[in-house]
T-cell receptor, first 115, second 117 residues
Framework: DADVTQTPRNRITKTGKRIMLECSQTKGHDRMYWYRQDPGLGLRLIYYSFDVKDINKGEISDGYSVSRQAQAKFSLSLESAIPNQTALYFC??????????????FGPGTRLTVL | AQTVTQSQPEMSVQEAETVTLSCTYDTSESDYYLFWYKQPPSRQMILVIRQEAYKQQNATENRFSVNFQKAAKSFSLKISDSQLGDAAMYFCAYRSGGMEGAQKLVFGQGTRLTINP
């Protein structure tokens, strides 16, 4: 089974709808991240969390909110979706406490289309 | 703030040949890490190679190697003996160093690599 999972994998929604993207991990990592990928712009950080009680804004947090329900779960919400939020969304994890501390592990991505 | 620039939106190479993807970055920090990620059509982000800024020796991973020029803030990826499976989008990424750093990755715009049979 994949270490970092995202649901849904693909989603089409309409302008104004509320939508939640979910991320779960079995790696036991403390740190989780949400990125957005747009053509020609690479990946940009939306929010990140060091642990359940810690949430931080990234480069492009406007229009988004997050919830860290547990160490293993980190959800991204669009309260009122708009077409320019159409993008590929990635969740990632990392952990300072292990030898993998330098690497972020990515989920498979969620393709979101807002009509 | 740190920035990463990939000036080649697209590159192509003949199968079995060598190709180099360019990346430059801007930072005032001395402790940091650099990465190359591969994104095939499956969308999965796959770490190809990493370089610690304090290491002078260029990192290598099988057919993949980097040319890390710290003073020039350049970090290019060389793929030798290109294979059809190397076709993908490649992203260069920067991460601040230090154990207490946020470990946020700053990505370049990406280079789409095509392998011609």
């Amino acid at each position: 089974d994949a270490d970092v999972t995202q649901t849904p994998r693909n989603r089409i929604t309409k302008t104004g709808k509320r939508i939640m993207l979910e991320c779960s991990q079995t790696k036991g990592h403390d740190r989780m991240y949400w990125y957005r990928q747009d053509p020609g712009l690479g990946l940009r950080l939306i929010y990140y969390s060091f642990d359940v009680k810690d949430i931080n804004k990234g480069e492009i947090s406007d229009g988004y909110s997050v919830s860290r329900q547990a160490q293993a779960k980190f959800s991204l919400s669009l309260e009122s979706a708009i077409p320019n939020q159409t993008a590929l969304y990635f969740c990632a994890t990392s952990d300072l406490g292990s030898g993998e501390g330098n690497e972020q592990f990515f989920g498979p991505g969620t393709r979101l289309t807002v009509l | 703030a740190q920035t990463v620039t990939q000036s080649q939106p697209e590159m192509s190479v003949q199968e079995a040949e060598t190709v180099t993807l360019s990346c430059t970055y801007d930072t005032s920090e001395s402790d940091y890490y650099l990465f190359w990620y591969k994104q095939p059509p499956s969308r999965q982000m796959i770490l190809v190679i990493r370089q610690e800024a304090y290491k002078q020796q260029n990192a290598t991973e099988n057919r993949f190697s980097v040319n890390f020029q710290k003073a020039a803030k350049s970090f290019s990826l060389k793929i030798s003996d290109s294979q059809l499976g190397d076709a993908a989008m490649y992203f260069c990424a920067y991460r601040s160093g230090g154990m207490e750093g946020a470990q946020k990755l700053v990505f370049g715009q990406g280079t789409r690599l095509t392998i011609n049979p």
